[in-house]
């Protein structure tokens, strides 16, 4: 009895924090290198994310730091990789011109808790209605536009083409470096091949001192911890007005994008991960990122797709990327914005090649029709617009009124007169708002004999427009005088039929052999 508190103990420290997997093997080598590999690729996406939201290099190294941190010790998916992302930047961008940083510190953390909110709410099973043709036109817009940001890296400060000695060179370097990451594999996986990329690269222009873009050149990474700050803003009901809308959006391009990725993530690794706990870990990460003076984010598929494509599985190379970084911002500065932007370029690259669905391009043949426009309307968005979240809805819209389009045409009516000379009505399908036209097109009020039955057993009256419908019909049969009787009602179908009685007149005539509904005449 007296080991029983430490067992509980135990209990609870592998269930709510688990930071390093025990339930399954971790190789920390391989998750160490991988972490370094991320820690890498995070720096120029960070700052590059900050300066599109008009913000300091800093505040999305910050946001990285944090982000990546919190969520790789809480989060529900282990080896998934958080950090500031352009979805945010986009968002936030107006705010941060209009009203300044603080507001965008204070928007961060109300979106937190509205993202820790929707984790408690256990809102995460949402992303089961994402249909499949949406991730497809998701995974291959986000690869395309990972493939066309790296190409600003080929550009001077004034936004032309570099001049063609440069150029040249800095293609060589990224072909070399994509080269390494395709070819090292198939030789030694001892070490991962877009780390080894990355140092070889890297001692390739230092030992011939080619004059290459850096990250240094980008902007200064140098800082220290990031220090703990609550915003300076008024808290007025005012203030609420102008964050909140801001802070909706962000929470929902952020659950949008981090569910989506560890949807990617389980099935590449053939594991399931826990989106609730993933949406309450992403709230949290974001209250912290805005009270340590950052600027936010969610997850990022690239640098998930490096860190799964390395072999990292466990929460340890997340932990570690984080850290990793951290230093680099208060020790290594000086290093790392030596570190040529051709590696990391190429490395990006080959996330775009990785991460872009080729085996959709052979489905335009066999899937739907419909299921094909959905994947490429969700493409176009992404590319165009840059606005996942956005793809994703309007993707989810489309494929929900291309379900409603399709089942509004199945409905049918089998009919026939028994022996009693009763009409029979069977409805096959569903009755909801798209099919209510071609449901009431089924009858013929005039031509049919004194008592007509509606049977329901292949059937479901599903929605109001569908309970207006069957009210409609019976007031039909009713004023000339006719008998209806509704058959093979489900329990469901009978409790809307109850709740809407209430509301709307519902003519429903009893059938004494199914006593489905009640005498109302």
């Known amino acids: 009895m007296g080991h029983t508190p430490k067992i509980n103990q135990l209990h609870f420290m592998k269930k709510y924090f688990n930071l390093f997997d025990l339930k399954q093997k971790v190789n920390y080598k391989t998750e160490v290198l991988s972490g370094l590999t991320v820690a890498l690729a995070l720096v120029p996406e960070a700052v590059a994310f900050a300066l599109i939201a008009g913000l300091s290099p800093l505040t999305g190294l910050y946001a990285a730091f944090m982000m990546g941190l919190v969520t790789s010790i809480l989060g529900g998916r282990p080896g998934m990789i958080s950090g500031a992302t352009g979805a945010v930047a986009v968002v936030i961008v107006a705010l941060a011109k209009s009203h300044g940083v603080e507001y965008i510190f204070a928007t961060v953390v109300l979106a937190g808790i509205i993202q820790v909110l929707a984790g408690v709410l256990r809102l995460g099973k949402l992303m089961r209605m994402v249909p499949h043709p949406v991730i497809f036109g998701f995974v291959n817009g986000l690869a395309i536009v990972i493939f066309m940001a790296q190409l600003d890296h080929f550009k001077d400060a004034s936004g032309t083409w570099m001049e063609t000695g440069k150029l040249v060179m800095m293609i060589g370097l990224v072909l070399l470096t994509m080269l390494i990451i395709w070819g090292l594999p198939k030789l030694t996986k001892a070490v991962p091949s877009s780390l080894a990329a990355i140092l070889a690269i890297f001692g390739v222009v230092v030992a011939f001192g080619i004059d290459t873009k850096t990250v240094g050149d980008i902007a200064s990474i140098s800082g220290g911890f990031p220090p703990f700050h609550i915003p300076a803003i008024p808290f007025t009901w005012e203030t609420l007005t102008i964050i909140f809308p801001y802070a909706a959006i962000v929470a929902g391009v952020g659950l949008i994008e981090s569910l989506l990725t560890l949807n990617i993530v389980d099935e590449i690794t053939e594991s399931h991960g826990r989106s609730n706990k993933e949406a309450a870990a992403q709230g949290v990460a974001n209250i912290l990122s805005g009270l340590f003076s950052g600027m936010g984010g969610c997850a990022m598929?690239?640098?998930?797709?490096?860190?799964?494509?390395?072999?990292?599985?466990?929460?340890?190379?997340?932990?570690?990327?984080?850290?990793?970084?951290?230093?680099?911002?208060?020790?290594?500065?000086?290093?790392?914005?030596?570190?040529?932007?051709?590696?990391?370029?190429?490395?990006?690259?080959?996330?775009?090649?990785?991460?872009?669905?080729?085996?959709?391009?052979r489905t335009f043949t066999r899937m739907p029709k419909s299921d094909i426009f959905v994947m490429v309307m969700v493409t176009l968005v992404t590319i165009f617009l840059h606005n996942l979240a956005l793809a994703v809805v309007v993707g989810v819209i489309i494929s929900a009124l291309v379900f409603a389009w399709d089942n509004a045409k199945r409905i049918r009516a089998r009919k026939y007169t028994d022996d009693d000379g009763v009409k029979h009505y069977e409805i096959y399908g569903p009755l909801f708002f798209g099919s209510i036209s071609a449901f009431n097109s089924k009858f013929d009020v005039q031509g049919d004999p004194e008592e007509v039955i509606i049977d329901f057993q292949e059937s479901r009256i599903v929605d109001m427009s569908a309970i207006e419908a069957v009210n409609k019909i019976t007031e039909r049969y009713m004023k000339v005088g006719k008998?209806?009787?509704?058959?093979?009602?489900?329990?469901?179908?009978?409790?809307?039929?109850k709740n809407a009685d209430k509301l709307i007149d519902v003519n429903v005539l009893e059938d004494p052999t199914y006593r489905v509904a009640l005498d109302r005449f």
């Open 301 to 361: 598929i690239g640098q998930s797709l490096i860190n799964i494509s390395n072999g990292a599985r466990a929460r340890l190379s997340g932990i570690v990327a984080s850290l990793l970084l951290l230093s680099f911002i208060m020790f290594g500065a000086p290093l790392i914005e030596r570190v040529p932007i051709a590696a990391l370029a190429g490395l990006m690259f080959m996330v775009a090649i990785g991460t872009f669905e080729w085996a959709s391009l």
């Open 483 to 497: 008998k209806l009787h509704l058959k093979h009602l489900s329990p469901d179908c009978q409790e809307l039929l």
